[in-house]
Each structure stands twice: as C-alpha cells, then as structure tokens.
C-alpha cells in the first residue's frame, strides 16, 4: 500500500514536471463562481474555468485528490469551461483549481478558490464599539460572538470579496466564544453592511448562517448620531445651561426690586422737602387784640418775616426775596357818655 502511493506521488511530480516544461507558452487559466464563492446551503452554483482558444478540455480539481474531479468540453467561445453543481451540500465545500489541454500540452493550474458552504450551523452576532455611525479616522471594533464552540469568526461585507477577515475564537471565564476585529483608522470606503459568521477548524469551509446584518455609516464631518459619552456630555450642559439662566433672572429680579425700592426711597424724600417748603412760604403773623381794660386803643403787631420764592414747582435752588409782612389791629377809646 505504502509503495503504491509512493508510485503515484512520483507519478504526479513527474506529470506535472512535464506539464510546466510542455505549458511554457499556454496562459494561465483563470477560476471563478456564480454568485460568489460564499454559497448558502441546496442552492446552486457554477464553477468556471477560463483559459485559451487553444484549449481542448478544462480539468477541475478538488484539493487532496488525484483524479480530476470533473472534465468539461469548452464552450462554443473555446476559452472557458463551466462546471455545474445543482444543489450545494458539504461535500463539494472545498478548495479548487483548474487548468487546461491543448495540442500543445497542458496548461499551469489556476489560484486556488474557496468554495464555502453557508447555513451549517446557527448564527453567531455581531456588534460594534463605539457606535456603527462614527466620524472618519476613529477606531472601531466588531465582535462576533456565539455561544457555539466556534473554532473561528469570519467577518464579511457585502460586496466586498476581498474583505474576508478570520479570526481565531477567544473565551474567557466561561462566556461565550468570540472575537474582536479591530479598525484602527475608518474611512467613508468601510461604509457598507458587515456580517460574521461562524466555523470549526477542522471543517474551514463549512459557515454558519450570518449573523444580523450590521450597516456602518462613516462621514467626513461631525453630523452623526451622538455616542453614550455625547449623551451624558450633552445632559450636563443642557443642566448647566438651566442653572446659569435661572440664576441670571434671579439677579435681574433683585436688581429690579432695590431699583424700585430706591425710587420709592427718593420719591418720599421729594414729597417731604416739598412739604417743608412750603411750610416755609406761608410765613404767620402772630397778632392779638388788645384787651378791653386798655383805655389807650393802643395798636399791636407781631411781625414775622418770610421768604418768597419766585418759582416753587422746580428742584434748584431759585433766587428768593424777604418779606415783611406786619398785621395792625386798632381798637378805638370808648367814652362814657353818662
């Protein structure tokens, strides 16, 4: 048995030695699927395999076998092969390639490609730290987690190929398993939709079901959606803004009180003043009659002096002239007539 595999690895070096010396001037064909590589579970998917117009057959090979897996006649353009699979399943999840033969020998095989089966195993899910709407140039962080003993976390978006990043799964004090995939710098190229899915290491090509699609927004300016820390941010000084302004009408109502009060305080003292003006202005004359016993009819006064003002309606000082005001009162001398 050992000498049997023996003879047939010296067989295959030895075929496919004389594959690159006869192959020197063929192209190199190129592979490729219908959709995608990424094939969900009894759905169908075409293999094709383009090479030149001087190919005859194109030959599909499955990784780890000898034997080609299948043979197709070109098509009428001659330059390409397909290969049909109905209904995918996990046996024809597998790595492939291709090549060609022509009257000139055979062509060098194609780039390997990965034929993956989705929809194995329940799906993971998927989250984004700090926000899935961010400014461009911060870090972002995706975690794909499961409670699945998942081996690996492939993180896909969509319509981008070439974008497949695999981790290896992390655990940590009895939680589930996952895996953290870290952009440092996001640009407006990452917006798009990400999903993650699933697999065990001895199976690779064998995906769970994709986790809920998760659509990153990344803008050039400041407009987005505010994180928890802008939030709490924001309430502070919303807070803050409320006390300021309440303090503020509690100052102006105060100033409005002493101003009151202070004009009250003047309009008082004007009133009194006022008063004791014209107090001032009526100057009395004190006068009394003489009693009757007087047989003299003697005339009596008292004179008081008082100051007149020429305007007594305005607040400065006015120019002012002193009057004597006197109040005579005579009494005639009775007779007896008797």
């Given at each position: 048995m050992i000498s049997m595999l023996t003879m047939l690895l010296y067989l295959g070096l030895i075929l496919e030695h004389r594959t690159k010396i006869q192959a020197g001037h063929l192209p190199r064909p190129i592979i490729w699927a219908e959709p995608g590589s990424m094939i969900a579970i009894y759905t169908s998917v075409t293999i094709w395999c383009q090479g030149s117009w001087e190919a005859q057959k194109y030959h599909l090979y499955k990784e780890g076998n000898v034997d080609?897996?299948?043979?197709?006649?070109?098509?009428?353009?001659?330059?390409?092969?397909?290969?049909?699979?109905?209904?995918?399943?996990?046996?024809?999840?597998?790595?492939?390639?291709?090549?060609?033969?022509?009257?000139?020998?055979?062509?060098?095989?194609?780039?390997?490609?990965?034929?993956?089966?989705?929809?194995?195993?329940?799906?993971?899910?998927?989250?984004?730290?700090?926000?899935?709407?961010?400014?461009?140039?911060?870090?972002?962080?995706?975690?794909?987690?499961?409670?699945?003993?998942?081996?690996?976390?492939?993180?896909?978006?969509?319509?981008?190929?070439?974008?497949?990043?695999?981790?290896?799964?992390?655990?940590?004090?009895?939680?589930?398993?996952?895996?953290?995939?870290?952009?440092?710098?996001?640009?407006?190229?990452?917006?798009?939709?990400?999903?993650?899915?699933?697999?065990?290491?001895?199976?690779?090509?064998?995906?769970?079901?994709s986790s809920d699609p998760l659509i990153l927004m990344v803008s050039e300016t400041k407009n987005q959606s505010p994180t928890h820390t802008e939030d709490g941010l924001t309430t502070y000084q919303k807070i803050l803004t409320g006390v300021l302004v309440s303090f503020l009408l509690l100052l102006l109502l105060l100033l409005l009180l002493i101003l009151i009060r202070y004009r009250y305080s003047c309009k008082k003292k004007a009133n009194d003043s006022v008063k004791n003006t014209h107090s001032e202005d009526n100057g009395e004359l004190d006068s009394w009659s003489p009693s009757d016993k007087d047989p003299h009819g003697i005339v009596y006064a008292q004179v008081k002096p008082s100051r007149l003002r020429k305007d007594t309606t305005s607040w400065r000082p006015k120019e002012t002239q002193v009057v004597t005001y006197a109040q005579f009162c005579s009494r005639t001398q009775e007779y007896d007539n008797h």
């Open positions: 080609p897996w299948d043979i197709q006649l070109p098509l009428e353009t001659r330059n390409k092969a397909k290969f049909n699979i109905r209904y995918m399943t996990t046996t024809y999840a597998d790595t492939y390639k291709c090549y060609y033969e022509s009257a000139a020998g055979f062509s060098e095989h194609s780039d390997a490609m990965e034929l993956v089966m989705t929809g194995a195993y329940t799906n993971p899910s998927l989250s984004v730290w700090p926000s899935s709407d961010v400014i461009s140039g911060v870090s972002i962080a995706f975690k794909c987690s499961s409670s699945m003993g998942f081996g690996r976390f492939i993180l896909i978006q969509d319509g981008k190929d070439s974008f497949p990043w695999t981790l290896d799964s992390q655990r940590h004090d009895n939680q589930s398993f996952h895996a953290t995939f870290v952009l440092d710098t996001v640009t407006p190229n990452h917006n798009g939709t990400f999903r993650c899915y699933g697999s065990f290491r001895n199976e690779p090509h064998l995906w769970s079901k």
